[in-house]
């Protein structure tokens, strides 16, 4: 039996990685280093993917991390799919081929490492005795943060301003901080991929 937690991630990266000319990190650093880095090694991705709604993972230890031990931009992308978390993707999709073949992309949000930051942290954590402390960021959450939501970027406790938001297609939402590395990152952009 496979783990479907490991072929959406996967299949996630590899999509991330067709669509903006990417690469994958250095895995010897597996869980010290975001997943995908910039061709230029100027910012690092951590990529979560999810059911639209339930919602991408962000875990402490790996988030503070991050954060210690990554000296350039980081970046989290929150890649959702249509199939939803009440389906048994094990039992719907009996082989890794059968479920890759039923995966879609049907948003994505690129935010800077500051707002998942701040999403963390103002949010109720979940645990499990599997991993540590937890919280997700679900497509609507994510589209109000996208959209400016007053009331969401308050509870952020982030400047808007300081934010800029940039849809180059309908699927794919990208928020920099003060434009930092906007332009590198839709130069990358392939459009006919997404």
């Known amino acids: 039996m496979y783990e479907p937690r490991l072929v959406v991630g996967a299949f996630f990266e590899q999509k991330l990685i067709e669509i903006f000319d990417w690469k994958l990190a250095d895995t010897k650093n597996e869980g010290e280093v975001p997943d995908l880095v910039s061709r230029d090694g100027s910012f690092f991705v951590e990529v979560k993917a999810s059911a639209y709604n339930n919602g991408g993972v962000i875990k402490r230890t790996q988030l503070y991390t991050f954060d210690r031990s ?34 879609d992309l049907r948003s994505l949000y690129l935010f800077p490492f500051s707002i998942v930051k701040a999403h963390f942290e103002k ?12 919280v997700q960021l679900r497509e609507s959450l994510a589209q109000k943060i996208f959209d400016s939501d007053e009331e969401t970027w308050a509870r952020l406790g982030l400047p808007r301003r300081k934010y800029r938001m940039t849809q180059p297609h309908e699927k794919v939402h990208i928020i920099t901080r003060e434009g930092y590395l906007e332009n590198e990152i839709l130069e990358s952009l392939r459009l006919e991929r997404v």
Request: aromatic residues 14%; positive net charge; glycine residues 0%.
């Open 70 to 103: 990554v000296r350039v931009r980081r970046f989290y992308a929150f890649a959702y799919h249509s199939i939803s978390r009440l389906v048994s993707m094990a039992k719907e999709y009996p082989t890794e081929e059968k479920l890759r073949e039923a995966l």
């Open 123 to 134: 949010s109720r954590k979940r645990t499990n005795p599997r991993h540590d402390d937890f």
